[in-house]
């Protein structure tokens, strides 16, 4: 149990190192990411709460919680590589799965909603299951039971209510898929922002704006002509 607590807590500080411009070694990492810290006493309150020390969990969560403004849920699975950057405003509610090499920035939330089953009972699994290799943007809401595929990119403020498949890049509110024609780039794009990503809805309105304007030149010569 302590070679594999020692292993999970040294990819979580090299996770820090790769993805944060900022930080250059374990020890800088170990001493200044919040993020860091926080998924230490995670890992130690998950443990607790696995040998049912389930109020010591929920108090040292809270304690955490407080020192690093990041709340984890101690009864939340999260995978190998999970790198939090700033911090401040995450929350990692219960049911929540997390999977390797994942990456979040501060405000995200992956909340739980009530749902029912057709017995109208209230179903255990309230949140998120999140994939591999997962980017999440700052102040990204992730509700509900839902799953979010492998390679997601999601872009900040975005709010995600249904599932998503792998390899897709999604923004806005609700957040929908972006047109671009790498969606196989698995290369790390801080806050999930691609550049070569379009959004459909952003090319809607200028296709509008252009219909628009070519509709009032038609009305103004017409005008001219009478």
């Avoid at 401040?88 to 029912?116: A, C, K, P, Q, R």
């Avoid at 699994?125 to 992730?142: D, E, L, M, Y």
């Avoid at 039971?145 to 900040?156: D, E, R, T």
Wanted: with cysteine; aromatic share 6%.
């Amino acid at each position: 149990m302590k070679t594999k607590n020692k292993s999970l807590i040294l990819e979580d500080l090299d996770a820090v190192i790769a993805r944060d411009p900022a930080t250059s070694s374990r020890s800088a990492a170990a001493l200044f990411s919040s993020g860091f810290h926080a998924i230490c006493c995670y890992r130690l309150n998950h443990f607790l709460w696995q040998k049912n020390f389930k109020y010591t969990a929920r108090f040292l969560s809270q304690v955490a919680r407080f020192l690093t403004g990041i709340e984890i849920h101690p009864g939340a699975k999260i995978g190998k590589g999970f790198f939090i950057d700033h911090g401040m405003g995450v929350v990692i509610g219960e049911t929540s799965e997390i999977g390797n090499n994942v990456t979040m920035y501060h405000d995200v939330t992956l909340g739980g909603t009530t749902v029912f089953d057709k017995n109208g009972k209230v179903m255990s699994k309230r949140h998120p299951t999140i994939g591999n290799n997962v980017i999440i943007g700052s102040g990204a809401q992730v509700l509900g039971p839902i799953k979010i595929g492998n390679n997601v990119k999601i872009g900040s403020n975005a709010v995600v209510v249904k599932d998503v498949s792998a390899n897709q890049t999604v923004v806005g509110v609700p957040a929908h898929k972006t047109v671009k024609s790498n969606d196989k780039d698995k290369s790390f794009k801080a806050y999930a922002i691609d550049k070569e990503a379009d959004d459909p809805i952003t090319e809607d309105i200028k296709n509008l704006r252009q219909q628009i304007k070519k509709l009032q030149e038609e009305v103004k010569n017409l005008k001219m002509k009478q």
